[in-house]
């Protein structure tokens, strides 16, 4: 029967140095492609600026993992099986393009250990494959962030993304091997997933008694977003008058003293920024 370990995250603290508290608990545990080899992770502070989204960029997670808290250490999966997360994401994002996928990966040792592991697996709809990520190597006790934008990943329509990843050196008990980690306040059942090989077939994870979801995230550019109306200077969502004449108010001035009057954002109010409003002169903003 798998089995799972609560570890506790110093806070402030790099993952590596994430440290183990309490005894170890048994929980019941599940046990057109484009086919890339994985890129190398970035570790990532879990609560690290660079572990948020960037810009408009939009993080999709289920777990509520933070640095500080409490994750729960899956060591149930077995080799060929695939543990996922799936996110429903809001239509009006579409389409989107999918720029990095972060797993929090971690051993009782979390000592830095990498691990060669199967593939990173992105699904639409239901499990419908669309990019395989081949030999990702992860690194114990980090969050391993690894950089997908290169590879163009677009979805047009507006459907279900499912994340996952499947072992190849899987714990299969052994709380020395790396694995999947969960959070520890709840499994949102419909969202986490399990492949298991033998049986060939998706299970709900939460169905096999996992008290948390899976810690997984995947961050995307939402390309169909309103875009930023950056010229709106008043913020009264249209370009006309009003804004032309704060712009003109601190034209010349390094930097000026209105700061969205500096609309190409290079710190000074110039001629660039006045080109840039007059362009978007008239305009209704969102
Ligand atoms: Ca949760
Ligand atoms: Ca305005
Ligand atoms: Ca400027």
């Known amino acids: 029967m798998p089995q799972s370990i609560a570890m506790s995250l110093l806070t402030g603290a790099a993952l590596s140095a994430v440290a183990l508290t309490g005894a170890v608990a ?11 080899p994985a890129p190398d992770a970035v570790l990532l502070d879990l609560n690290a600026p660079e ?3 960037r810009g408009a960029d939009v993080t999709l997670q289920n777990d509520a993992l933070i640095d500080g808290g ?13 543990g996922a997360a799936r ?21 009782a040792l979390s000592n830095g250990t990498q691990s060669l592991q199967d593939s990173i697996l992105i699904y639409t709809g239901n499990f419908n494959l669309l990019a395989n990520l081949e ?11 690894f950089d997908l934008e290169p590879l163009n990943i677009v979805i047009n329509s ?8 499947q072992f190849f050196d899987a714990p299969n008990g052994d709380v020395l091997k790396g694995t999947l980690a969960t959070d520890n306040n709840g499994c949102q059942s419909g969202l986490n997933w399990v492949f298991i090989p033998g049986n060939g077939s998706w299970f709900n994870l939460c169905s096999f008694g996992v008290s948390g979801d899976l810690v997984i995230r995947t961050i995307i550019d939402p390309m169909g977003a309103p875009p930023a109306c950056p010229e709106d200077l008043n913020g009264d969502n249209v370009v006309d008058t009003a804004d032309l004449g704060l712009l003109l ?23 660039a920024d006045l080109g840039i409003l007059l362009a978007a002169f008239g305009t209704a903003c969102p």
Do not use: H
């Not at 048994?26 to 890339?36: F, G, H, R, Y």
């Open 51 to 53: 572990a948020q989204a």
């Open 87 to 107: 996110y429903n994401i809001d239509p009006g994002l579409f389409p989107i393009k999918i720029k990095r996928v972060q797993i929090f990966w971690a051993s």
């Open 135 to 145: 030999g990702p190597v992860m690194t114990d006790g980090a969050l391993n962030e």
């Open 70 to 82: 409490s994750a729960i250490l899956q060591f149930g999966f077995a080799n060929g099986e695939i």
């Open 158 to 165: 507006p459907t279900q993304l499912t994340v996952g990843l």
């Open 26 to 36: 048994v929980e019941p545990a599940p046990q057109a492609v484009i086919t890339a």
């Open 249 to 271: 108010a601190v034209f010349g001035q390094t930097p000026p003293s209105i700061a969205e009057a500096d609309i190409n954002n290079d710190g000074t109010c110039d001629t």
